[in-house]
Each structure stands twice: as C-alpha cells, then as structure tokens.
C-alpha cells in the first residue's frame, strides 16, 4: 500500500468527520464555532483535493458536494464510508459494517 495515499485518505476522513462535529455544535446552539469547523474542514478538503490529485477522481461528488455545501448536512457521512471502504480495500480488509 502506497503510505502517502493512506494518510491523504486517513486525513480526509479526519476532515469529514469535522462536518459531523460541526453539526453537533449547532445542534447545542454553538453557531459561531460550527461555522468555523465547516469553514475549516472545507478549506482542508481543497488544500488536500490539490496537494493530492487522486483523491478528486476516487470522489468525484467530493468537490460538486462542496461547492453546493450539500457535504454539510449528510454527505460527509456517506463521503465518510466510501472513504473508509477504499482505506479498508488498500489494507485489503473489509469494509466496517455500520
């Protein structure tokens, strides 16, 4: 497995997984700290989908979910599985059932 590749996939599920947290914040009226952890976890997205091309043609709906902002509510989660499934795949073991 190509280690470079795997930590790029293990930082993007880092940085989904913000999108969730975000959520949670807003669900416990913290407003201001959920729109910096969206804004953070987006900017990070980009500067990953650049620094490592690959990423773009495995998730082609990563940057469409992005610009439409739709990543926010509840593809990140989806986006969260499919990236786990190619980490799972690269170390040649199944996919978490969940």
Do not use: Y
Request: charged share 25%; proline share 7%.
């Amino acid at each position: 497995m190509d280690p470079e590749r795997r930590v790029a996939l293990e930082e993007l599920v880092g940085l989904l997984w913000k999108f969730g947290t975000a959520n949670d914040a807003q669900d416990h009226d913290c407003g201001p700290e959920a729109v910096a952890l969206r804004r953070d976890a987006a900017a990070g997205i980009r500067a990953l989908m650049g620094k490592h091309p690959f990423i773009a043609g495995l998730f082609p709906g990563l940057g469409p979910a992005l610009e439409s902002r739709g990543i926010e509510a509840c593809s990140w989660s989806t986006l969260v599985d499919a990236v786990e499934a190619e980490l799972g795949s690269l170390r040649g073991t199944p996919p978490r059932s969940g």
